[in-house]
Nanobody, 127 residues
């Protein structure tokens, strides 16, 4: 029923930019917490950025603050992650996630707080 479909990944040189998209369906998008998480090779999955689709409040991991921007298009039920000034350490599989309550608590950054996940998309940054 719930589907999260990521697109926009690929390979880029350090200092470049990419924009990821997550198209959501099967639930009420207007009252969701939509997040981007990433899992570098050999490491655990961790938060990148989260947006509250009701009020557009945003939350960022310290490692991407000032470089990445999360945004949404309510008409398209789509959340975006604009990634600028990319670094090799940004290389990872990026996942779109959704939950009804995660961003209303201090668990906004926790993988376990999100019920729905996309399939993941590869982002590779070369030096």
């Amino acid at each position: 029923q719930v589907q999260l479909l990521e697109s926009g990944g690929g390979s880029v040189q350090a200092g470049g930019s990419l924009r990821l998209s997550c198209a959501a369906s099967g639930f009420t998008y207007s009252r969701q917490c939509m997040g981007w998480f990433r899992q570098p090779p050999g490491k655990e999955r961790g938060v990148v950025a989260v947006i509250n689709t009701r009020n557009s409040r945003t939350y960022y991991a310290d490692s991407v603050k000032g470089r990445f921007t999360i945004s949404q298009d309510n008409a398209k039920n789509t959340v975006y992650l604009q990634m600028n000034s990319l670094k090799p350490e940004d290389t990872a599989v990026y996942y779109c996630a959704a939950d009804s309550y995660a961003c209303y608590s201090d668990s906004w950054s926790s993988v376990g707080a999100y019920n729905y996940w996309g399939q993941g998309i590869q982002v590779t940054v070369s030096s």
